[in-house]
């Protein structure tokens, strides 16, 4: 199957009633799950006696456990091109979108693969040749082009997904990343924040009472438990100081290999911090040769490093039936280098980069009344009336849900181990370093964060 570019045009105002929806939507089917739950727990009248056989001569494949599987579904879908346009709540007409634009996203030569067993396993796999996002702000930004488009002939992206069938089914999933490289200033970065949390932060109290269940519930013992890892490989990331000035100074960092992944092995939820839950499993995260360099996008050649390359691994394993959460952190010996220029060059981004998200880019709020408005508009009066009712029932859900999750009883350990720290400070006049601290392999050691914390370090 075969599918034209695809281009699509969405404003902050028109993502707003889209998320609206999706709230709203799946309230309308709760009351059919409900009664189709009750249905299923009848018995169901069975009369072996008049079962007939009508299996076809042909049998299909068979599976070790002798049950007869064969493809349900196998499909092939080619799209060229793919974009989304994103505009800020000031675009109310097509004549200012182009004023008020924001980013513009890009999927170029995308194949999406399918197939499904009669058994219920299936596996799909989609491939993108390269991925590309531009910044669409007016302004005089000389570098419009924040992930620009893949060097190499090779799938810049590739997503594995593959469910085994049954009741009880595991599930895979392989991301791979090839050398995506990210170019921006801290502006468009600000406004897409903006973008996608304006509206949730609008309906919070919306979706906490029309919506009592929450993505924090348990998983139940018929779902499919989901298994993950996710490989980058040159990741490359510039945060410009300036991106009106072509000879404009960045910090850049840059990562051989980024390698996560997920392994769970049952479906009890623990709570390792406030507002931070985790299924219990095997979580690892391993980095090899991080790095970070200051250099002048005029001349990229001539780049001065900072922090040398430094492999590190962050496990955490919360399997243990001792009601213990591990977490190991492993780094080799950290080497910073900095002079003064360079020290002043990061407080300034990062100065700006606070200063952009406390200066407030709410538009006049007569321009998304609708949104609000439609809201209450589309409420049911007896909704607003029993308003009262369905909070107190979904703090009580809340609070019954935190009581048996985070399980106060269980404990936290942390361990880290450093090979080193060296701190190198280089003096403006004679480029001669001024300050050496060097400290030897050392181990920091953290037991029970969430009540009285211990907390030992050995230098």
Known sequence: MTISDVKLHLTQVQYGLLMQLSRSVPRIFTVQRE????????????????????EPELRPLSSTSGHLIWTALDLVVSVNAVKLHLYDALASSEIQLKEHGIARFALNDNTLRLKILSDGASEAQVVL???TMSNTRPGQSKFREIIPAAQHNRNQFMLLYSMTGGMQGSSLAVLTVDSPQIIFAI????????FFTASSSTETDTSSIESPSTPGNPPSPGQAQVDFRVDLHDVSISVLEDDADPDSQAIRLYITQILLSKQVRNCNIIQILPHLRLIQGIVALTIN??????????RTSESVRFLDDVDLTVSLDSRSLQQMTNIEITAKSIIFRASYRDINLITSIVNKAIEVYGTPHDPDPHQIQPISSISRATQD?????TRKARVSMSNEQVSHRTLSCSESNRSH????????????????LHEQPMLHLKVKPFVVNARDWSGEVLLLSFI
Request: positive net charge; proline residues 5%.
């Open 129 to 131: 040749r390269s991925f």
């Open 187 to 194: 502006d468009p970065v600000i406004y897409l924040l903006e």
């Open 381 to 385: 009066p007896y909704l607003r009336t």
């Open 413 to 428: 350990k942390l361990k880290g181990s450093f090979d080193g720290f060296k701190l190198i400070l280089i003096g403006d």
């Open 289 to 298: 040769r991080l790095g970070m360099s200051l250099m002048n996008m005029g």
């Open 35 to 54: 009664s189709e739950k009750r249905s299923q727990k009848r018995p169901l009248l069975e009369n072996k006696s008049l079962a007939v056989d009508l």
